[in-house]
């Protein structure tokens, strides 16, 4: 083909060109070369999908679900979505109009930053976060404004820290807890100072609990939206990909008020129509009977959880100890090296993959994520390895 | 006690040392709370499931479902027991429905286990009557898919 043009990347949208690519692309291209690398790199469960999930995903293709759905998502659905949520935190949503069964929690943050943000809107995200909180709102022609969490506060972030880089613009604080890259929860206490921060300023709270059902000690995740007078100024965000192990199913779901709903399913019923009915099917079993399976893969995440823990801890690199999720977010600046050059070498030299703490923002910088949502004995083999790197590359 | 229970139950060869991380106890105490369990019996073995067949040997298991005429004040533990000291027996339970033991035999041919069933299980006293089932094909044992092919198909690195 003769190219016409050799302008193409000029000419892509401005919005899309000022999203930065992956940090973690370079360390998934050089993993996915070697033999023997033992991942803590992997953002999702080791587990299949319990099999009664599954299996009842077959029964429904057997009896013919294979149609479009509701575009708000199958009403059985959303009536136990509802269901969950009034039994476990008390929430009073509707399940005809509070609630949108999404491709993902990723597609519900898309369009409820797409359905909330005018040009110019500024969004507060509390730092280090989920990678793509930054890049979606830059496509909703927001713009984000990173608040960094503190090590000495176990990541949590505090109202004191928003208060400094709030303005008139802030239109959203889009929080994530249990926090993925590290692991942090939120207590009641902490939350409701934040409820009070965002009724102060009239923000929205965009809040994706998607690690809610993974905490572990004795700290029970608190459901934002179940705070006294945040029902309706929040977009909870949650779905079936990391407690139920089905990252591949793609199906999530969003809580809010009448009017953010609407105009979330505006977008989805224009932009995707409605989440597959196979998944939908899946996650209604879930709900129904799946608490169990669940709980069981906590409780196994729990024990990895010590146990890398413990280990880090033993081989000198200072870690806080996670409280939910499945990452640990070890301070490895006693090595010398950047977290990015960590990283590579540990992956070069000793076929460990993680990544790098920079990727989920600049106040990332000194640390790595690792995942143990990953066999004991591939952790214990991970630990050997890395204290062996400490041992021969320390600089 | 329970969690440290499990996690032996799942793999009884798991070091101290990890075990003592998981728990977030001591080695020692470790130790210590797993010989207390042994000394109670409620640890009662160690066993390694082994796929025998794939290992060569062809061993021949039975189902055996057994009747009996239960006994004045012992009921049916004394036959229970004369039957499960065989070392030929793998598993004994009372069960309730239509047969009263279900005995669980393993054995070095087809012969052999007829054998033992029509020498010694059927002629001890009190048994009534007994229905053999030979074995064809294990999927699952305690637990354990036996020929598992479900594998990681994850990508290496992802957010």
Redesign the interface.
Known sequence: MIEQHSDWEQRLSPGVNAVAP?G?RK??DI??QMED?I?L????P?F?TPWSIRESCMYGLEQGYTSYTANRGMPELREEIVLHYARRFGNTYEAATDVLVTVGVSEALDIALRALLSPGDEVLIPEPC???YQACTILAGGVPVTVPARLDNEFRITPEELEEHVTEKTKVLLIGYPN?PTGAIMTREDLLKIAAFAEKHDLIIISDEIYGDLTYGDEEHVCFSSLPNMQERTVLLNGFSKAYAMTGWRIGYALGNKAIIAAMTKIHQYTMLCAPITAQVAAIEALRHGEKYMKKMV?EYD??R??IY??LTKMGLSCFEPKGAFYIFPDITSSGYSSNDFAEKLLQAEHV?L?PGS?FGACGEGHVRCSYATS?DKI?EALNRIENFLKNHRR | MRELLELLEHDARRPVSELASMLQRSEYEVEKEIRELEKNKIILSYNTLINWEKFGDDTVTAIIEVNLLPQREVGFDSIAERIYRFDEVRTVYLMSGSFDLLVIIEGKSLNDVANFVATRLATIEGVTGTRSHFMLKPYKKDGVIINDEERDRRLVVSP
């Not at chain 1, 790199?41 to 999702?44: I, K, N, Q």
């Open positions: 992956s973690i360390f998934f993993a996915a690398v991942s790199g992997v953002g999702e080791d299949v989920y990678v793509s993925n409780a024990r990895r010590r146990l413990d280990g993959a990544v990727a004991i214990s």
